[in-house]
């Protein structure tokens, strides 16, 4: 483990948004790259859980906790500091590490938006009640968001047949997230 991060678990509701791309200035500062295009993840949370990278150079082994100072927008990255990264080297050997957040730390949603990680796993039915299957991912097209659901195969050759269903309100009519399910005005043979 680095010195500038106490060894810890993983918390059980973690989850990925971002990476250390590399260390910004000699003051300890390092860039961040968020996987989302609206970070507030990363701004709300003031302890980070990171790992090291999957590939490339591994500076450290098994998780470690990093408690920030502060993070930032500069020009079109994100710049952090946090306390025990007191200069340019320590932030290099950042480079690369996963950076995870709990679940728990997230804002509140508005009424009417979801997290994308609220979304995977759920089930999807229609109206009618046919079942499509699972929510395996989401994609930004642009102007809209579309689920990319995923059914269980027929049989034991049988592939699973992959559905795409925009996630705009002409075709969900309800998203319960404590039920894991998403019912939508969608047929089958669309």
Same mark, same amino acid.
């Given at each position: 483990m680095l010195p500038c991060l106490e060894s810890t678990e993983l918390p059980v509701d973690a989850i990925e948004v971002g990476r250390i791309a590399d260390a910004w200035g000699i003051k300890g500062w390092f860039k961040v790259l968020p996987h989302s295009a609206d970070p507030e993840a990363l701004f709300s949370a003031r302890r980070w859980f990171l790992q090291p990278a999957t590939q490339g150079a591994r500076t450290f082994e098994g998780t470690g906790l990093l408690r920030l100072r502060e993070i930032k927008e500069h020009a079109d990255t994100l710049v952090a500091c946090a306390h025990d990264v007191p200069d340019r080297n320590a932030a290099e050997a950042l480079k690369g590490a996963r950076i995870f957040v709990?679940? +728990?730390? /997230?804002? +509140?949603?508005?009424?009417?938006?979801?997290?994308?990680?609220d979304l995977m796993g759920m089930s999807?039915?229609?109206?009618?009640?046919?079942? /499509?299957?699972?929510?395996?991912?989401?994609?930004?097209?642009?102007?809209? +968001?579309?689920?990319?659901?995923?059914?269980?195969?027929?049989?034991a050759e049988?592939?699973?047949?992959? +559905?795409?269903?925009?996630?705009?309100?002409? /075709?969900?009519?309800?998203v319960d997230l404590p039920s894991r399910r998403i019912t939508v005005d969608w047929q089958p043979d669309y």
């Open positions: 709990p679940r +728990t730390s /997230f804002p +509140t949603a508005a009424e009417g938006e979801y997290y994308w990680v999807v039915v229609n109206r009618e009640g046919h079942g /499509f299957g699972i929510v395996r991912e989401l994609l930004s097209t642009g102007p809209q +968001t579309v689920l990319v659901i995923e059914s269980e195969p027929a049989g049988a592939k699973p047949v992959e +559905t795409l269903i925009p996630f705009v309100s002409a /075709f969900i009519d309800d």
